[in-house]
């Protein structure tokens, strides 16, 4: 049986990661000699992409066999493992970012490197190969980031398909971050609770967030984030969907509280504002109504975690 689908881009990632192979150097090496193994080569964390074949019928990512991204590569090029597609092909992401953009180079007028965000926004490709693209950046910049042994300085190399580091001077094992961070909707009857950041666009506000700290559950980093930001006190904590966000490695817990009080008291340092809003609005501003204010788009969490409450009334 499969898994539900998650509502959130960059989620619902479709390949095999198979962990249990990844460990073995000579299957891995087979696989990325292989002429059916596929790579995605990624420049300044953007991942190649081909232009539409047709008129809205959206990009590709330009997957290539080992023979056509050798070029693009040199001895040091990160390469990690994506996992296996349900054509039992082996997927591979790789960074190409040396000297001049291969874009003006060898793949001259096939495509174009493109930020993923611009991408998510636009829902260019599919949202399967979107979550891919993610674990690809995601994992090549913690590479990028992480290439000395933080217990004793000297430089790491990469294992087990890039899911690993290790130190051959100490021996430390060092494993890919994901970094927690609790996005939260505190709700009190028909009203939620939304805040606008100093940077966010004019007329926008969102769910309040912030990372979860080390000894603490979700439900208390939910609780403290929001006394923090905007004074409130919270209980009934429900967790409703994660989102993978590869900015660099954050995975966003969407989640839903009950407010105690009305009163609000911003910080004025995360928050500028924080103001509650009726069902009737939320639903409004959903479905593309003026109401004097807007919140995230689609391909935010926050925008999930409201639509869901605005279902529920
Ligand atoms: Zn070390």
Wanted: with cysteine; aromatic share 8%; hydrophobic share 40%.
């Amino acid at each position: 049986m499969a898994l539900e689908p998650n509502p959130n881009i960059f989620a619902n990632n479709p390949l095999d990661r198979v962990s249990d192979k990844r460990t073995d150097d000579e299957w891995l090496k087979g696989k990325m000699e292989d002429p059916e193994s596929r790579y995605v080569p990624f420049y300044k964390l953007m991942p190649f992409v081909l232009p539409e074949a047709a008129p809205s019928e959206g990009k590709d990512i330009a997957w290539m066999p080992p023979e056509m991204v050798k070029p693009l590569m040199n001895p040091a090029s990160t390469t990690v493992l994506l996992g296996i597609n349900k054509r039992g092909r082996a997927l591979f992401a790789t960074d190409v970012t040396f000297g001049e953009n291969p874009e003006n180079g060898p793949l001259k007028g096939m495509g174009e490197f493109e930020d993923l965000r611009g991408l998510a926004m636009k829902g260019e490709i599919t949202s399967g190969e979107l979550a891919i693209m993610a674990q690809g950046k995601s994992m090549i910049d913690w590479h990028l980031r992480h290439g000395y042994c933080s217990a004793c300085g000297h430089p790491s190399r990469m294992a087990e398909a890039g899911y690993k580091r290790v130190c051959p001077e100490c021996g430390a094992e060092h494993f890919p971050r994901t970094d927690p961070v609790a996005i939260m909707l505190a709700t009190r009857g028909d009203m939620a609770l939304l805040g606008r950041q100093p940077m966010f666009p004019k007329g926008m506000f969102s769910s309040l967030a912030g990372f979860i700290e080390p000894g603490e559950s979700i439900e208390e980093a939910v609780a403290r984030e929001m006394m923090e930001e905007a004074g409130v006190a919270v209980h009934n904590v429900r967790y409703h969907s994660t989102q993978p966000w590869p900015y660099p490695s954050q995975l966003m817990i969407g989640c839903h509280c009950e407010a105690e009080t009305e009163e609000i008291t911003v910080d004025g340092v995360e928050l500028d504002e924080a103001r509650w809003f009726s069902r009737d609005d939320l639903r409004a501003v959903l479905a593309g109504e003026d109401k004097g204010f807007w919140v995230p788009p689609p391909f935010a969490i926050a925008h999930q975690l409201i639509k869901s409450w605005v279902a529920e009334g």
